[in-house]
Structures are given as structure tokens and as C-alpha cells.
């Protein structure tokens, strides 16, 4: 199971991106897919997952900013992020977790490398 992630960089606050994951070797369709982040110094935190049949699940702090979508024909999943806040500065990986329901995501399976995202001024 492997993971391509893009996407991440430096943006000030307010600002936007779009994180992309493409599998290699597996179909993101059939699978739940997921973001987490992890800022230095602090735990691992589910951001927003998706999954076959299952509730999309945000983060309290990122829902109505961030959103997660599939797009299987290019076996991709996005996390668009807007308005962006210094506190969203973090490391965000793309992976598969186990478990989705509507108020929790995880633990995940697998990931990839990750992708940086700093918001500052």
C-alpha cells in the first residue's frame, strides 16, 4: 500500500490549499480514507476521513473549513483547507483508518510520508 501526498507549503492565514493523496496499488473507492496531522511536539489527530458507505467525519476545530472529497477516477483524495490558522501548522499524512463513524476517526492502518503545512504571518 503506498501513498503520493502533495500539496502542503507556507501560507498566511486566511489562506488555502489542497492536499492530495494518490494510491498506488490499491482503489481508493473501496477503501475509508483519511488526513491526520501531527504539529511538533503534540499527538497524532485525525483531521477528516471518508469512507464507502460511511460518515464523513471532521475535526471540531476544521469542520465548515476543511473538506475531504475522492475523486476515483484519478484514485485521489483531496483535503481542501480554507481559511487556514496558524494552529493548523502541522505535518498531514494520508492514510486508511479502520474505523469512521460520525465522531471519531481511526486508528489508521497505513500512511504516507506526509506533507508540511505552515500558516504564519
Known amino acids: 500500500v503506498q501513498f503520493v501526498e502533495s500539496g502542503g507549503g507556507a501560507v498566511q492565514p486566511g489562506g488555502s490549499l489542497r492536499l492530495s493523496c494518490e494510491g498506488s496499488?490499491?482503489?481508493?473507492?473501496?477503501?475509508?480514507m483519511g488526513w491526520f496531522r501531527q504539529a511538533p511536539g503534540k499527538g497524532r489527530e485525525a483531521v477528516a476521513c471518508i469512507g464507502n458507505r460511511q460518515p464523513t467525519y471532521y475535526e471540531d476545530s476544521v469542520r465548515g473549513r476543511f473538506t475531504i472529497s475522492v475523486d476515483n477516477a484519478k484514485n485521489t483524495v483531496y483535503l481542501q483547507m480554507n481559511s487556514l490558522k496558524p494552529e493548523d501548522t502541522a505535518t498531514y499524512y494520508c492514510?486508511?483508518?479502520?474505523?469512521?463513524?460520525?465522531?471519531?476517526?481511526?486508528?489508521?492502518?497505513?500512511w504516507g510520508q506526509g506533507t508540511n503545512v505552515t500558516v504564519s504571518a
Open positions: 496499488d490499491f482503489f481508493l473507492a473501496y477503501e475509508n
Open positions: 492514510g486508511k483508518p479502520y474505523t469512521i463513524t460520525s465522531g471519531r476517526c481511526g486508528p489508521f492502518g497505513s
